[in-house]
């Protein structure tokens, strides 16, 4: 499955914004969809996880209570929805698949069908 993320943009700390990732190809069916970041000049981090069937969610710490993660079954999409962003929110942010066991959804290294990703960044 390759996927594209989208919706990135330039805004004020205290903003909101929704980032879409999308399939080609397959469905999603038994993938987990993940979310990652990567801020200039340091390693990619996690963000956020949905699992397709099921719908297990996991966030990082640094983005609880401010983002959220949901899934389009007829669009075969998965948003991530973005609230109170900060200037430390400020990355690349990618979408990618797995079908890795749960307790490892956070390492970036066992997911595949990165796209280009889509750029955030957001003032203060």
């Known amino acids: 499955v390759q996927l594209q993320a989208s919706g990135g943009g330039l805004v004020q700390a205290g903003d909101y914004l929704r980032l879409s990732c999308a399939a080609s190809g397959r469905p999603f069916n038994s993938y987990t969809v993940g979310w990652f970041r990567q801020p200039p000049g340091q390693e990619r981090e996690f963000v956020s996880a949905?699992?397709?069937?099921?719908?297990?969610?996991r966030y990082a710490d640094a983005v609880k209570g401010r983002f959220t993660i949901s899934r389009d079954f007829a669009k075969n999409t998965v948003f991530l929805q973005m609230n109170s962003l900060k200037p430390e929110d400020s990355a690349i942010y990618y979408c990618a698949t797995t079908r890795i066991v749960w307790s490892e959804i956070e390492n970036h290294n066992r997911y595949s069908g990165w796209g280009q990703g889509t750029q955030l960044t957001v003032s203060s």
């Open positions: 949905i699992r397709w069937s099921g719908g297990g969610i």
